[in-house]
């Protein structure tokens, strides 16, 4: 962290003396919300809450149709985009039009809907709860499969009018979809295809360095980071982010830190929206849920969360011990892609995935690939996109 604030420093001080105050340009969005990044590309907007059985309200993001597009009165295929760890919506639109899948999946004329996962700046709202109490951070994984996805897929298909839905996931968003589709058959019934990018089910050989805390115990995670959120938006984040990393002297510092928990890959990235990808880079989630990651890491199989007793578990699960989830009696017809130089999702990972998928239509491993391209990279669409709206056309006349 040192470097961070000697850059705050350095740009703090008066006058040219750090040698770069020429050529400083602050990319618009990295200032925007959700709905105005949507806005900016001339796309329309719907927003929704999504209220959870047990309460939290969810900010879900609606792409009705592409840009400059007339609404259509014939109901259009919905595709549902869900995102990864600590993360939100704003993934799939943080790079320009033709190189996001939301607004790409718009122009090719789907109803896109974006998801954002309890605990995140966009979904931090509760019926009864304040964030402000250890209450409301108490979730993981399996609040998100359990309570999350249903409510949002039956608002989707509700306001939509559809019966199913196309679901794709990157990371954590396809862990709660293995967990949510193999544990609750009727939501199982409508999802048409599960696009996995990045797939995540076990973490037994991730090389993160974030795995560092799984050597950690309970007690320590909990002195460190306290019980509540973990990572959170924060102000001096931002200020770093549309002040230090919009400036080219410090573009490979910055990605450094920024790609530093998933690893990049400098020439598939574009390095000018630095500032934009920092910004928006962490929204935020509960300790209970890198506990829930440490513990997934540590027992090498997908299980529920141990609540740390006996007595706990008893009366969250009716065992001692937490149920291992069984992603083999999942029927959705799954496509993935996976990445050779991913160090989140492991490729001896994936292998072991891969027998456990019983209805897999397409595999894809792309040798170049880090967890973090399946949205950021520049050939994103060559190597993902083109293919996932090949599958999304033939299945659509289904």
Not at 104 to 110: M, Q, V
Not at 201 to 220: E, F, G, I
Not at 340 to 355: I, R, S
Request: charged share 15%; with cysteine.
């Amino acid at each position: 962290m040192w470097w961070l604030l000697a850059a705050v420093w350095c740009v703090l001080l008066p006058g040219p003396m750090c040698g770069y105050k020429q050529g400083s340009v602050t990319n618009p969005e990295a200032n925007m919300n959700i709905s105005q990044l949507i806005s900016y590309w001339g796309y329309s907007y719907e927003k929704y809450d999504v209220v959870t059985e047990d309460g939290y309200i969810l900010g879900i993001y609606r792409i009705p149709h592409g840009k400059g597009c007339a609404r259509k009165t014939v109901p259009k295929a919905v595709v549902y985009l869900q995102h990864g760890l600590a993360a939100s919506a704003i993934n799939w639109i943080c790079n320009l039009p033709n190189n996001s899948l939301a607004f790409l999946l718009a122009d090719s004329g789907y109803d896109v809907w974006l998801g954002n996962s309890r605990g995140n700046i966009w979904s931090r709202k509760h019926q009864r709860l304040s964030p402000k109490s250890p209450q409301y951070w108490a979730f993981s994984l399996d609040e998100m499969a359990k309570y999350d996805l249903p409510a949002t897929i039956n608002l989707i298909l509700e306001k939509s009018g559809q019966k199913q839905l196309f679901y794709v996931g990157h990371s954590q968003g396809t862990t709660i979809a293995f967990i949510a589709f193999s544990t609750n058959p009727e939501l199982a019934k409508k999802i048409k295809i599960f696009f996995a990018l990045a797939p995540v089910v076990t973490v037994k050989y991730t090389r993160s360095p974030m795995k560092t805390l799984t050597t950690l115990s309970r007690q320590a995670v909990k002195v460190l980071f306290g019980d509540k959120m973990f990572s959170s938006h924060a102000l001096l984040e931002h200020f770093v982010a549309t002040k230090v990393c919009n400036r080219k002297i410090f573009r490979r510092i910055c990605s450094n830190f920024i790609f530093s928990l998933s690893g990049f890959d400098r020439q598939n990235l574009n390095m000018s929206r630095l500032d934009v990808y920092m910004a928006h880079s962490q929204a935020g989630t509960s300790v209970q849920n890198m506990l829930h990651w440490a513990q997934t890491v540590n027992s090498g199989q997908l299980q529920a969360f141990d609540w740390g007793t006996a007595n706990q578990n008893m009366m969250h699960f009716n065992q001692l011990t937490p149920p291992v989830y069984n992603i083999t009696k999942m029927q959705v017809p799954t496509a993935m892609w996976s990445g050779g130089q991913d160090v989140v999702a492991d490729a001896k990972d994936t292998e072991n995935l891969l027998p456990k998928v019983t209805n897999l239509i397409y595999y894809k491993e792309i040798p170049h690939y880090n967890h973090l391209d399946f949205y950021l990279g520049e050939d994103a669409p060559w190597e993902v996109y083109h293919d996932l709206i090949r599958m999304l056309e033939e299945y659509s006349q289904n």
